[in-house]
């Protein structure tokens, strides 16, 4: 709250905090993890995790089972990896887990629609799967960034790989991403300390007021940082 966050941290998936050093990290964060707890309930039996990376939501989870896939070129530690993914097959047989969970990983795939019809395959009929994706953010892991995905294009992958969308929600909303924008743009242009510390704290008024203002009752959003998806087959 007080320093640059340790991204990976597995307490910065699992209880993120809102301070001057982490308005964009909370901003992302916290949704996802409101989006895994809602869902975890349906998110049972034998669970695969589709890019688990470290496993940073196991511990949310009622599966009976969690396997966790990524690739090669994944940038975590593989202890947490059941299985190596080869970017195109998923390496399970047909119908063969109960539930998925795919948390920020479609943008890093070359063919987000073809990974979404193997989550179909391996899929048993009447499980679910939770999606999440980022759509205004900085390039990642690169260069394994291709995509962004509006509404509209994480309903589209659903349809065409036949699966029912449960629900949709936005990873914040107007006020939300000029907030993370400005952050971002920040931290590209001054990082050194302590003149950055004396910044954030100066603009920590105007940020609570910024969120304030996304907390209000809103219209539909035009744009959002992200979006956390339901589905099921």
Known sequence: MFSPPNYSASENFLAPQLGPWTV??????????????????????????????????????????????????????????????????????????????????????????????????????GGHALITIPMVIHHHEEPWDFQRFTRYGMEQLAAQAQLKVVWVKARGRVYAVALATFYSALSYTLSRRPLIDAILWAIWPVSLIVLWCESMRQPPTPISLGWQMLVQK
């Open 24 to 125: 964009f990290l909370y901003l992302h964060r916290k949704p996802i993890l409101n989006a895994v707890t809602e869902a975890a309930p349906l998110l049972r039996g034998r669970l695969l995790d589709v890019g688990c990376g470290n496993k940073p939501y196991a511990s949310l989870l009622h599966c009976t089972e969690h396997v966790g896939v990524d690739v090669e070129q994944s940038p975590h530690r593989r202890e947490q990896m059941d299985k190596i993914y080869d970017g195109r097959t998923l390496p399970f047989d047909d119908e063969e887990f109960d539930s998925i969970l795919c948390t920020e990983v479609l943008e890093h795939c070359l063919d987000p629609q073809h990974v979404v019809r193997e989550m179909w395959r391996v899929l048993k009929p």
